[in-house]
């Protein structure tokens, strides 16, 4: 089976580790093959959180430069940041709501302008799917659901081995009971996002 | 119940690395476990200690790690099933329990599991601990993957058995995790009460016996190569006359390598998970069918030097690389297109290289280092040590947790870190080699760990420095465990003990100990203060529990401040204490009220005490 290269960056607390083994669960379900990698070690101390996941038929659980097929940013600068796991082939998605690390509060960097992050990302990649993600999960309900509005928009690609049922079929089993219609309504929104990009 | 538990061979589950290893202990039968929290190895104990909540498997976090190998070691003497688990690091802790009880055995299974971290994801060094095998003389498995791990696991407590030896099992971060699909397997039942049988002139290890001990190492030695000989972990794939050896996550890349190189039928790869001792012939037979041979293994050329030594003895001559300037390094972590690459490379095959977008343009994006938590109580207190020692030329000693983080402006607090308990220690050789004030930090659960036994050595010794002990009632850095000084309450748990740091510190002899709360800033400086100015060993305890603690246990009701218009911006805020929950709007200062948990340090060092509870808005 094919092999495709997903990366998702994040900030601590953004919820991607819950988005990967949402995207994980739902291989399973597909009976795709599947392997990821976290790196969380300060996840909590406002670090950046990055899950390599690797679907088809490979070994490996880390993705290197330059190889991923589909790049998700949960936050502008960070898929910036991340940029250097892209290449001309590949699509990015990012959320557009900015969350400045402290090092520009204390006057230690400049927040990139988010119009010129985005015309980077577009030079250097396929395609660029860009929104604020964080006003849909709002809409959903809740600014904790922004990971699933991405699941939703990168479902949408579909760049990856797996259906929307699936995925859905996993939000409404994995996810806690309490969140189920309000991470579906937000999977919905990305979703929807993602055409309209 | 907790899904480890699960009395369902065949299913398959979504698993992290770690808790397909917790799996494969309970499938393995596994009755008495030990550890003490390291990353990457924390989610194995965090699953034990949760299942030993609902079963009869006895689990217990120990003090340090050479504590809890030696708890461990008890367990296993009384022929019980026992895993003990840490990173990498904690082996050097553990090291003298591990070189002796190599010697003595265990008549239970026993696995001494060790996470190393190359890269340094959340490590002060990247060891390859393989060569603990080879230093104690006790075998080495390491797994390729997750799926692999927890199989392998099983494997690792009947090969204990059979040699009655300790198995020290060898794990990288990308094993630990990572996530794939796992199969479970049946487990088998916990014996979970053992006896321990008197044998003086095999237990106790004074030089007679020790001498006899060490013969039989030797011989289970042997008994385990040829066992490696045959393991199925040590195994062949593929055919051709490119040779490739790897272990651990290498393999995987080479894996895909050969599939994205199309020479499946020029490179076959020996992989090794069976590490120490090395299977001689087995090694020696795949190199006589190789015109040359790739070594890729992570860290230490542990395989590629008892490889070329076989290839010697065996009078073969064929080129045999792994670590060199143009092939593989000891520094870091591996990737798959390195591998592919240098794969190409060695064996002149036709390679691609990915294209990596030329990234020239793009500016430099502002850093996103890990940072204390709003509102955490380690901040308060390095502002107020900060405060009292003002004019004073100060060395500060810190220690391994979240407060490491104190070393990075504008705090600036740490400026010496080596290993757990080090802060204490080098805090006497500095006081004694230096003319300045010498100030340290450690947490509580790194007191505990190793910081007692210096502080002693300090009292004894008659040194002159003052150590603070962040005392934030949990072992927070690697994910909330408990300590000695943690109420166990918290947990629910009953029939634990409770250690008193004061208490303790007061009954090791310190003679100036003051117990601050840092919250309350002025209270604190002052007391802190008085502490630097005592001429001896004095301690300061700064007490308040974790902010994220006190959130997940609904102990902490955050009330967030904001900036009022009385702010006349002289980000005292912003330039001395760096809350990240401080950002700037048009160049005014605002509190996220989200991450403001209402700790009020900023608001007592305000000038202008413009900063104030929003709910009075």
Known sequence: MDITRLIIVAVGGQGNLLASRVLAEAALLSDVPVRMSEIHGMAQRGGVVESAIVFGDAESTIISDGEADLLVGFEPSETLRALNKANSKTTVITNLSPLPPFTVAIGKGVYPDLNELQDLIRAKASKLIAFDAVALAKDAGNVLAVNMVLVGALIQTGILP??????????????????????????????SAAERA | MHKLLTEQPGEKMILLGNEAIARGAVEAGVAFATT????????????????SQ????????????????????GAANSGLRTMCMMKHVGLNVAADPLMTLAYVGVTGGMVILTADDPFMFSSQNEQDNRYYGKLSGLPVLEPSSVEEAKNMIVYAFDLSEKLQKPVIFR??????????????????????KGDFTKDPFHYVTVPAVSRGLHVTLLEKMAEAEKIAETCEYNFINGEGNWGIICNGVSYNYAVDAIKELDISD?????????????????????????????????????MEEAVKAFAQDAGLTISIKGKDDELFSRLYEFNPAMVRERIAKYFGAAYTPAVVPDLSDVPEIPQRPPNLCAGCSHRATFYAVKKAAEGMDTICPTDIGCYTLGFMPPLSMGDFVICMGSSVSTSCGFSKATDKKVISFIGDSTFFHSGITGLVNAVFNNHNFTLVILDNSITAMTGHQPNPGVNMDYFNLSGYGQVSIEELVKSLGVKHVTTVKPYRVKK???????????????VVISQEMC?????????LKARPFYVSDKCKNHRDCINEIACPAFYLEDEKVKI??????????CAQICPENAILPLKSE
Not at chain 2, 66 to 71: D, I, R, S, Y
Not at chain 2, 527 to 537: M, N, P, S, T
Not at chain 2, 547 to 555: E, G, I
């Open chain 1, 162 to 191: 797996l259906t929307v049922e699936n995925v859905k079929e996993t939000i409404r089993t994995k996810t806690k009971k309490a969140f189920t219609d309000m991470n579906l309504k937000a999977f919905d929104l990305g979703f």
């Open chain 2, 36 to 51: 003490y929290p390291g990353t990457p190895s924390s989610e194995i104990s965090l699953n034990l200690f949760q299942m």
């Open chain 2, 54 to 73: 609902e079963s009869d498997l006895y689990f217990e976090y120990g003090t340090n790690e050479k504590v809890a190998l030696e708890v461990a070691a």
């Open chain 2, 171 to 192: 794990t990288t971060t990308r094993i630990n995790h990572s996530t794939a699909v796992v199969t479970l397997g049946e487990t088998k039942p916990r014996v979970t």
């Open chain 2, 266 to 302: 020029k490179a076959k790869i020996l992989r090794i998970g069976f590490s120490f001792p090395m299977p001689k012939a087995l090694i020696t037979d795949f190199l006589k069918g190789c015109e040359k041979v790739l070594v890729i293994e992570e860290g230490e050329p542990f």
């Open chain 2, 524 to 538: 604190s400086i002052a007391a802190i203060k008085e502490a630097l100015d005592y001429q001896g060993v004095s």
């Open chain 2, 547 to 555: 902010t994220l603690y006190a959130k997940s246990l609904k102990k």
């Open chain 2, 592 to 601: 996220d009220p989200v991450s403001c948990v209402g700790c009020m340090v």
